[in-house]
């Protein structure tokens, strides 16, 4: 099983968080595990954005919409064991300095999760071969041999990620160690009730990507301001026919998030018109971007049927339709050898 796609599976499902019972009569809300000292966290009401979802693309003439839908579903159970209708909500968290390597990081789900052949569905669809052990007043399922584990809080609430990371759970919901509170936690707070939200600090070497100068045959301008960027947080809301995206960046003064607002404004200026086609930069034109103090403000509304094509030009390896990969006037040879694909090292 590969988690780390598990833990990305979940947020771009887009498919916070109500109470579960735990083993004790005491109630937990998924939030609430989260322990100290994380900087990504994100939360997402996976029923709801399936029911919108499944409203969507039942549709007329929204077939492939319907079949990316259950497409999504069934990969999501050949992945996880786990069905996607028995998940309500899902809380997300990670050390974004070891994300790569997914060294620690935990899925907090709440949901149905009552089957008793659960556990072996897991073990079956990860191709994982869990250990058992006492830990706390929980029977933890442990394989070793991934660095990761699994626990039933109760019937509604189930964790599972890095080992050290589903017994930090557990310790907070012993009192054992603290939960998480901060400036992860703030802004993720300041999102509001929305069906997902992402609060995290901005890693160290994605803040120093930013810091070379363009190379300016390619692009009209540098995004040397986004090296300041401290915090980012972003919220989508969903309904059967649209979707809202809301992004918060934080800069560490006023004069650095005027200048990344800028920046941004004239690099999606440049690729609207570097655009093939004339629907995509009218998606383009309609981005939103605003200043106050030192946080800048994204926002973006985008029709159902619009991030159907977006999923399927994804899919089909396009990237964003309509944005050509090289200038127009140049001619890119039909034998022009393949890039080969990154080996799945997992």
Same mark, same amino acid.
């Given at each position: 099983m590969k988690l780390k796609r598990l833990f990305f599976l979940l947020i771009t499902a887009m498919l916070v968080l109500t109470p579960a019972a735990g083993c004790d009569g005491k109630e937990y809300l998924a939030i609430e595990l989260v322990p100290e000292g994380v900087d990504m966290i994100a939360g997402?009401?996976?029923?709801?954005? %399936?029911?919108?979802?499944?409203?969507?693309?039942?549709? /007329?003439?929204?077939?492939?919409?319907? @079949?990316?839908?259950? $497409? *999504?579903k069934k990969e999501f159970l050949e992945e996880t064991g786990i069905d996607l209708s028995d998940v309500s909500e899902a809380v997300i968290f990670s050390d974004v300095s070891s994300a790569e390597s997914m060294e620690?990081?935990?899925?907090?789900?709440?949901?149905?999760?009552?089957?008793?052949?659960?556990?072996?569905?897991?073990e079956e669809k990860t191709e994982m071969d869990f250990t058992?052990?006492?830990?706390?007043d929980y029977t933890l399922y442990?394989?070793?041999?991934?660095?990761?584990?699994?626990?039933?809080?109760?019937?509604?609430?189930?964790?599972?990620?890095?080992?050290?990371?589903?017994?930090?759970?557990i310790d907070v919901a012993d009192g054992e160690i603290n939960?998480?509170?901060?400036?992860?936690?703030?802004?993720?707070?300041?999102?509001?009730?929305? %069906?997902?939200?992402?609060?995290?600090?901005?890693?160290? /070497?994605?803040?120093?990507?930013?810091? @070379?100068?363009?190379? $300016? *045959?390619?692009?009209?301008?540098?995004?040397?301001?986004?090296?300041d960027m401290q915090t980012l947080g972003m919220a989508i809301d969903m309904e059967t026919q649209s979707m809202t995206v809301r992004v918060n960046a934080d800069f560490s003064d006023s004069g650095s998030a005027a200048d990344a607002a800028e920046a941004l404004e004239t690099m999606i200026e440049f690729i609207a018109m570097m655009s093939t086609e004339q629907e995509m930069a009218d998606m383009l034109?309609?981005?939103?971007?605003?200043?106050?103090?030192?946080r800048m403000y994204l926002t973006y509304e985008i029709s159902m049927a619009e991030l159907a094509e977006l999923g399927e030009s994804f899919k089909d390896g396009m990237g964003m339709p309509g944005i050509p990969t090289a200038p127009p006037d140049i001619d890119i040879p039909d034998d022009m050898p393949e890039i080969p694909e990154e080996p799945d090292l997992d």
């Open positions: 997402i009401k996976v029923s709801e954005a %399936v029911r919108n979802w499944d409203l969507y693309s039942q549709l /007329d003439e929204n077939q492939e919409a319907y @079949e990316q839908f259950e $497409e *999504a620690y990081f935990g899925i907090i789900m709440t949901g149905n999760f009552a089957d008793k052949d659960l556990v072996d569905s897991i058992t052990e006492k830990y706390a442990v394989d070793r041999d991934n660095d990761s584990a699994f626990v039933a809080i109760s019937n509604t609430m189930i964790i599972l990620g890095s080992e050290g990371a589903v017994k930090d759970c939960r998480l509170s901060g400036v992860v936690l703030d802004t993720y707070n300041s999102l509001g009730d929305v %069906v997902m939200k992402l609060s995290m600090v901005v890693p160290d /070497d994605f803040r120093e990507s930013f810091a @070379e100068p363009p190379d $300016e *045959a390619m692009v009209p301008v540098g995004m040397e301001a986004f090296a034109d309609r981005i939103e971007i605003s200043v106050s103090d030192s």
